[in-house]
Nanobody
Framework: QVQLVESGGGLVQPGGSLRLSCAAS????????AAWYRQAPGKERELVAR???????NYGDSVKGRFTISRDNAKNTVYLQMNSLKPEDTAIYYC?????????????WGQGTQVTVSS
């Protein structure tokens, strides 16, 4: 059974940093896309960062230059380093892993981790 477990969320002051982790079990995710999404209260879920197994990355406009996505295939883990955090970064952050299948793509989601940026 595939399981994604996020960790690293919490309360941080504006300007601070956090590092989120998403550990996968039950399957190998060395091939495919790893991504972080977030959802703030009353808002739709939005893409934060995305990484392909080919090495390309892309980021949401609001986090460019502040957040970095990385992946450790040996540990089946993807990370999100978040620097210069702002109150508007407050949200539940979700990890998503997508792997190719014969019929298309299979998506897996974590349960989410809360990030709160406040003084």
């Amino acid at each position: 059974q595939v399981q994604l477990v996020e960790s690293g969320g919490g309360l941080v002051q504006p300007g601070g940093s956090l590092r989120l982790s998403c550990a996968a079990s039950g399957s190998s995710f060395s091939i495919g896309v790893a991504a972080w999404y977030r959802q703030a209260p009353g808002k739709e879920r939005e893409l934060v960062a995305r990484s392909t197994s080919g090495g390309s990355t892309n980021y949401g406009d609001s986090v460019k230059g502040r957040f970095t996505i990385s992946r450790d295939n040996a540990k089946n883990t993807v990370y999100l380093q978040m620097n210069s955090l702002k109150p508007e970064d407050t949200a539940i952050y979700y990890c998503k892993r997508s792997v190719p299948t014969v019929g298309g793509t299979q998506d897996y989601w974590g349960q989410g981790t809360q990030v709160t940026v406040s003084s």
